[in-house]
């Protein structure tokens, strides 16, 4: 087989996913998927456009190029040309177009450690070399801009905010300093914001896109979170003027184009109103379960955005692995490891998504409490 | 940028359809996309499955990787373990999977010329190496087994039959020979069998597929083309047991899953009466357009599949853009150079796609005829 494979792990939440999906009462707080229902105004369009089976235009429908430059203006006061945007196959697709357009095999892509593990095997399939800033409580688990000068030879950077798996926001100033130390050196900056709209409280929605500081920046975001639609693979770039050509060759020869009926639906999912609503209810299931399990866990990173929080397992001296395999065989709560996402704190960290209803939160909570009260008996 | 881009040609046909669709009165031949509806029975699943807004699996449903594999032992009595089926963003994603898993960067992967043109480009964007076995009339358009001696260190083969852009169906005992000729050299074998269904009046269907050859060929397939679906974004591979864990590593990194709503359309797809109808329908057409062309062109590839006619111009004396150029503006027909399928042949020939209706084509040919009468005054 190829060896762009040796390098590859599990996506380990996939498989912990089939594992407990095939067991019997386990609380899933595992996936980073949304258990709240899209708005009904895109089941609405779904049902209106049932018909619609071709393919679209590559780029994706310029409709929905059009609406999601509106949205960029409205919430971000940033003024996007549609032409910019690109439909893409998930965020997943827009990592692979992304990558493929900016490093040749060899080249470097700086990356946080930890971080969302695709990140790296998009890199490694592309054979792209990953190299990894270790980010921690020490600096909030935001990378500075001071960071860079300890690596050579990076062609791109790519951070996220609200990050998974951490849920830090990062702050403006440290945001804008790492956009503008990366365009001095002529390193592309790749923005994931796939968890925008999930933010809790922090600074303007407007100072939290990289588009508001460079028009060179590369953003990626979809609407498998906040919009409550991970099903429809759906996702979008918006990239500097001078990839679009190149954008639009590689989009033709990976996809042919994104799917059609998403794209359709999408087009009802800026329902605002209805999102706002959800975004409250992630954010008291947030505020309830770090408080519920603040005295069971070190939690040094914030879930100031998206939904996760990032917990330190230390005190039990144990291996997240192992940790996250005996909460679910014997507490029934499925959890992430950290070595899905890192690899200089893998053994320390586990994941939880607030994916799941309150009540189920705080029936988790209760197991969580019982089984770490008796760790030792069950581990 | 990034030099896997330096070897990528744009997908003209796309380029094509853009500027088609801009200009007004365009017969479109240019694109290989089913105008045909799909059955009946798809819109259905599709309106009683519209809140399905999850993830599926990485590999897919369970149901429908079943229905697939019973799907090919009614129609080609191969029994296939529905763990083998994987389900991918379009047959796109499973070429994506497939090289990524088989080839490292520097290997080779074979193609025949002309051929598919996102095959080479897939393999640029991984840095394969793709090499081309020329085909012509003079080997009626298929691959020999004695043709791969005439190549080294060649990691995959990949062919298409029937074939895009020239229609040819292999003929048995050459696909048998191809196979084995690639075992006993520890060449993997990929049949793109995405225009199956579409076979007019050839050998058994039994035969046409390359796993009853063998169970270590890689068959990729889709809902694209015979199931008319190509804008659910939906194919699958058939693989090795040997492959799966490391395709569906591939699967959760590249993709998560194909998209949701698609598959569970796709669980309705597999009305047999309604796609011979389909098939019928595209017979009378090829029947019809092949004559119909033949005053006007050499045709030296049959058509006995797919909905392609394959066709030299060489004596018109013109290079092949320039051909379609001048078709499209000055007699209001849109087809496809071969300079998107082929390096040898590409400025001799163009293709046909007869995937408008009857009456449509009738009008194209008028207007074909009309404008070839006077080709020296419009060109």
Redesign the interface.
């Known amino acids: 087989?190829?060896?762009?494979?040796n390098h590859?792990?599990?996506?380990r939440v996939?498989d912990i996913v089939?594992t407990a999906r095939a067991m019997s009462d386990v609380i899933h707080l595992e996936?980073g998927?949304p258990d709240l229902?899209?708005s009904p105004a895109v089941?609405e369009a779904?049902?209106a456009n049932?018909?619609?089976?071709?393919?679209?235009?590559?780029l994706g429908l310029w409709e929905l190029r059009v609406k999601i430059a509106d949205y960029y203006q409205q919430h971000y006061h940033v003024s996007i040309n549609p032409e910019r945007v690109i439909l893409t196959?998930?965020t997943?697709?827009a990592f692979?177009i992304t990558y493929?357009?900016?490093?040749?095999?060899g080249?470097r892509l700086l990356l946080t450690d930890p971080a969302y593990?695709?990140y790296k095997?998009?890199a490694h399939?592309?054979?792209i070399e990953p190299v990894f800033a270790k980010i921690s409580a020490a600096n909030n688990y935001q990378l500075q801009a001071s960071d860079l000068a300890t690596f050579d030879h990076i062609r791109a950077l790519q951070i996220s905010s609200p990050s998974n798996p951490t849920g830090t926001v990062y702050q403006p100033d440290i945001l804008r300093d790492l956009i503008q130390t990366c365009q001095a050196q002529n390193t592309y900056f790749i923005s994931d914001e796939i968890y925008h709209g999930l933010v809790y409280g922090k600074a303007a929605e407007s100072l939290q896109t990289a588009l508001h500081y460079s028009d060179e920046a590369i953003v990626i975001n979809g609407f498998s979170k906040y919009f409550?639609?991970?099903?429809?693979?759906l996702g979008f770039a918006i990239l500097p003027e001078s990839?679009m050509r190149?954008a639009?060759?590689?989009m033709?020869?990976?996809?042919?184009?994104?799917?059609?009926?998403?794209q359709y639906a999408a087009l009802a999912a800026f329902d605002t109103d209805y999102l706002q609503g959800l975004r409250a209810r992630y954010q008291s299931r947030r505020d309830y379960l770090y408080q519920a399990l603040s005295p069971w866990f070190d939690l040094d990173a914030p879930s100031d955005g998206g939904f996760y929080i990032w917990a330190n397992i230390s005190r039990y001296q144990i291996d997240s692995e192992r940790f996250c395999q005996i909460l679910l065989e014997k507490a029934g709560v499925a959890i992430t490891p950290g070595t899905d996402f890192s690899q200089h704190q893998a053994r320390d960290y586990v994941r939880f998504a607030y994916t799941r209803p309150l009540d189920e939160l705080k029936q988790a909570v209760k197991r969580i409490e019982q089984g770490l009260k008796n760790f030792e008996s069950i581990s």
């Open positions: 087989m190829s060896s762009r494979l590859i792990e599990p996506f996939m089939r996936i998927e229902p899209p089941r779904l049902a049932l018909d619609k089976m071709a393919y679209t235009n590559s196959v998930g997943s697709g692979l493929a357009l900016l490093m040749s095999a080249e593990p695709c095997n998009f399939i592309l054979d409550a639609l991970p099903g429809l693979r990839l190149h639009e060759i590689l033709q020869n990976l996809y042919i184009s994104a799917p059609t009926l998403s």
